[in-house]
């Protein structure tokens, strides 16, 4: 399946979570066994000969591509979430959003010195998510060897400048 055959499976909803934002709703395309099979597949391939110690995925839809994906490489899967959710000693590190501010939270422990890391989530926009999420891996001591997203919006990703490769399967 080619990542235009996946995007017309993507819902787009107009003015969520605030007025101005087309928000890129995946949920449609993974309720669709092809679909999302298709999607760790096109992953899979695209990352299959790096060497990854642990996918970080981010919460929460990062986590539906994170978990399989991680499976099929064989690899460790660590989460970062949201405040207050982990129950273990955390970093923390805070971020900017195109409609807000928020933080990230992972267990501090969760990346020994060294371990290579591919971050994943479902989108990338303006990168401040994925800006915060490569911090923290830092903070810990992973090394961040890509980031990888099912969806870039070019317009707003392109002045991204990231230490790591950024591979995305569709870019609208």
């Known amino acids: 399946m080619t990542p235009d055959e996946i995007l017309s499976y993507i819902r787009n909803i107009p003015n969520f979570p605030k007025e101005g934002i087309l928000f890129k709703d995946i949920t449609t395309a993974l309720k669709e066994p092809k679909v999302f099979q298709a999607?760790?597949?096109?992953?899979?391939?695209?990352?299959?000969?790096?060497?990854?110690?642990?996918?970080?995925?981010?919460?929460?839809?990062?986590?539906?591509?994170?978990a399989p994906l991680a499976y099929k490489l064989g690899c460790g899967l660590v989460i970062i979430?949201?405040?207050?959710?982990?129950?273990?000693e955390v970093i923390r590190e805070a971020y900017a959003l195109e409609y807000g501010t928020d933080t990230l939270e992972m267990h501090k422990d969760a990346i020994?010195?060294?371990?290579?890391?591919?971050?994943?989530?479902d989108l990338l926009a303006t990168g401040g998510t994925i800006q915060a999420a490569c911090r923290l891996v830092e903070k810990a001591g992973g090394v961040v060897v890509g980031t990888l997203f099912l969806i870039e919006l070019t317009a707003l990703s392109q002045h991204l400048n990231l230490n790591a490769p950024i591979m995305s399967l569709i870019k609208c």
């Open 39 to 66: 999607i760790i597949d096109n992953f899979y391939e695209l990352v299959k000969d790096k060497s990854i110690d642990y996918i970080v995925a981010v919460e929460s839809r990062g986590y539906l591509i994170g």
């Open 81 to 88: 979430r949201k405040p207050g959710k982990l129950p273990s």
């Open 112 to 121: 020994e010195k060294g371990k290579r890391v591919l971050l994943v989530d």
